[in-house]
Structure formats: structure tokens, C-alpha cells
């Protein structure tokens, strides 16, 4: 079995920034993809950010409306991933989720946290 804990998230002025952190333990032989998911009220869960596994190399990629502002970022011997947003803005306000696709094809998620950002 494998656990997932986020913690991070909150209140912040526009403008501000925000750190959150996820970290997976358990039986994990091999991560290919972890990720940031976000859900703001009414809307489709979209993907924020993500580190995909490439053999030893490692590819990043972010959705265009963070690219510039977030940064994905892991420690692989940890399992965990950070995201720092910076320059945050009222439309970031969602509940975000950590994601992680194992090299087996398990899938897990983070339980959320809310960010809310405040004009």
C-alpha cells in the first residue's frame, strides 16, 4: 500500500506566494509521473505541473497558465514533490492535488489542499 500526505496551502494576498509540498511512502518500486492537479469551484480539474521520468532524466512541463509563476520541483530519493507559485493571482484559487503514476501503473492521489488567493 502506498500513502500520500500534502501539506502547504492557505490564505494569501494576489500577488503572494505559496508553497506545497506531497510526499508518497509505501511500496514503491519506481515513480514515472508525478504531477500537480488543481479544481477550482465549477470547473474540470486541470493539470498544473508535472515531472515525468525519462530513464535517469527527468522532463518538466506546465500548463500556460502557470508556466513562469510555478515551479515543480522533486526529491527522488524522498518521493516528494514540491510546487512553489509565486505571483499568485485570484483565478489560482482551487483545491490543489498531488499526483503519482508508478513505474507499475499504480495510481495515487493526495487528499487536497485548498489555496485560496484574495484580490
Known amino acids: 500500500q502506498v500513502h500520500v500526505a500534502e501539506s502547504g496551502g492557505g490564505l494569501v494576498q494576489a500577488g503572494g506566494s505559496l508553497r506545497l509540498s506531497c510526499a508518497a511512502s509505501?511500496?514503491?518500486?519506481?515513480?514515472?509521473?508525478m504531477a500537480w492537479y488543481r479544481q477550482a469551484p465549477g470547473k474540470q480539474r486541470e493539470l498544473v505541473a508535472r515531472?515525468?521520468?525519462?530513464?535517469?532524466?527527468?522532463?518538466?512541463d506546465y500548463s500556460d497558465s502557470v508556466k513562469g509563476r510555478f515551479t515543480i520541483s522533486t526529491d527522488t530519493s524522498k518521493n516528494t514533490i514540491d510546487l512553489q507559485m509565486n505571483s499568485l493571482n485570484p483565478e489560482d484559487t482551487a483545491v490543489y492535488s498531488c499526483?503519482?503514476?508508478?513505474?507499475?501503473?499504480?495510481?495515487?492521489w493526495g487528499q487536497g489542499t485548498q489555496v485560496t488567493v484574495s484580490s
Open positions: 515531472i515525468t521520468s525519462r530513464g535517469r532524466l527527468y522532463s518538466t
Open positions: 499526483y503519482f503514476q508508478l513505474t507499475d501503473t499504480r495510481v495515487y
Open positions: 509505501g511500496r514503491i518500486l519506481g515513480i514515472y509521473i
